[in-house]
């Protein structure tokens, strides 16, 4: 097969997308089981920093360059126009939108359905470009994937599809080799008293109730610090240094932007505790990546967490439930009950499997090669 693979997501500050996007090419490419199978990886500028994802062993690699903003209309006319000259087998979008003029079949990612279930947290002008890149998209593919079986139904319903037009596969944590800064720790045990946020801050992931949460923590544990990473995405601009003035805790919270991997890698090393109060996700893969470094997680209960976190996490029934800052004390203070979650943090996250998810998503490319 011939895959045609958007890799603008492996470009400059790579999050979640990217990671998805980077750990499947590095299998494709390596293991022998896709040897004989071509990839043409398409940007809209030279993909000079994807770092290590594409490798040798498995699938043929070439790249596509195709000059232009990497915006929605670089995507439907000058992308369109040169994948339809590539002429691949199948088209893989990871991230919701394909150039819809292309003759052959679409794969595409729907992460989540957010800008449909909840259009107050985008701006009028981006929820709508969303939902209808997303709608025309889902429309013209062949197969839709998302990460959760909770997020199936609404996949359905919102994109108007059939049930069987999607297909569930989960993404994972194991980091390839070639992907990972640094091994995982595998005895270590912090000692530090740091909590640990990771991800864009959007308004459905309750910052602010974190810092709230942390203090009403910090009184008692004079020593604890808290570490938000993530760029301020919410809709209307949340001020997360006013909150953190607010609860009293100011010269106790670092708010970065951005990390590089390494660095992420260190903060999760030093991480005590890890704190996720997301209301609405495709999957959420933090939690998840804390809890393969062993740093129990706590997670807002909603059906996907569950899914993806089982009884690894422990769950807070709102995001400024009294378990938030009780939880995040005793996994701070008390080694026995922390020492209790890290092992059933470990062994949750252990059940997904990136192997597992690059050998489902290329059998669905199969599926749709024979079916066109």
């Known amino acids: 097969m011939h895959i045609a693979i958007d890799v603008r997501e492996l470009l400059g500050r790579r999050t979640g997308v990217g990671r998805y996007v980077a750990e499947l090419i590095a299998r494709w490419t390596r293991d022998p089981a896709y040897a004989g199978h071509r990839l043409t990886l398409v940007s809209h500028v030279p993909a000079t920093d ?11 690699v070439s790249w596509l360059v195709c000059p232009g903003s990497g915006g929605t209309a670089w995507e439907q006319t000058v992308l369109a126009r040169a994948v339809s000259r590539a002429r691949p087998d199948v088209y893989f979008a990871p991230a919701y939108g394909a150039p819809l003029l292309i ?19 985008f701006s009028w002008h981006e929820g709508l ?24 139904g609404d996949v359905a319903r919102h994109l108007r599809l059939g049930p069987s037009a999607v297909t569930v596969i989960a993404p994972a944590v194991d980091a390839h080799p070639a992907l990972a800064d640094l091994p995982l720790a595998a005895g270590h045990v912090p000692s530090e008293p740091l909590v640990l946020y990771v991800g864009s801050v959007f308004t459905r992931r309750n910052v602010p109730s ?24 919410t809709q209307p601009r949340i001020d997360l240094a006013a909150y ?20 992420l890698e260190e903060l999760y090393r030093r991480a005590r505790v890890f704190v996720f109060l997301s209301a609405y996700e495709g999957f959420g ?15 807002l209960d909603t059906p996907v967490a569950r ?10 029934s709102a995001p400024r439930a009294p378990e938030v800052a009780h939880w995040i004390q005793a996994l701070l203070a008390d080694d026995g009950f922390h020492a209790e979650r890290r092992a059933a943090a470990r062994a949750a996250a252990a059940r997904w499997s990136w192997d597992s998810s690059a050998r489902q998503t290329w059998n669905v490319f199969g599926e749709v090669c024979r079916g066109a």
């Open 50 to 60: 994807a770092g290590h994802a594409a490798g040798t062993g498995g699938a043929e």
């Open 103 to 121: 003759s052959c079949p679409i794969v595409v990612a729907m992460h989540d359905v957010s800008f449909f279930e909840h259009p107050e947290w």
């Open 129 to 152: 470009r969303r939902r209808l890149v997303a709608g025309l998209t889902a429309q013209r593919a062949a197969r839709v994937l998302t990460l959760a079986e909770a997020l199936r």
């Open 210 to 233: 974190l810092i709230h949460a942390f203090g009403q923590v910090a009184p008692a544990i004079p020593a604890a610090r808290l570490a938000i990473v993530g760029a301020n995405r």
């Open 244 to 263: 953190v003035a607010e609860a009293g805790v100011s010269g106790r919270v670092a708010l970065h932007d951005y990390v590089s991997d390494t660095d």
């Open 285 to 299: 893969l933090t939690p998840l990546e804390a809890m393969a470094r062993g740093v129990p997680a706590i997670v």
């Open 307 to 316: 899914e993806a976190c089982s009884d690894g996490a422990l769950y807070a």
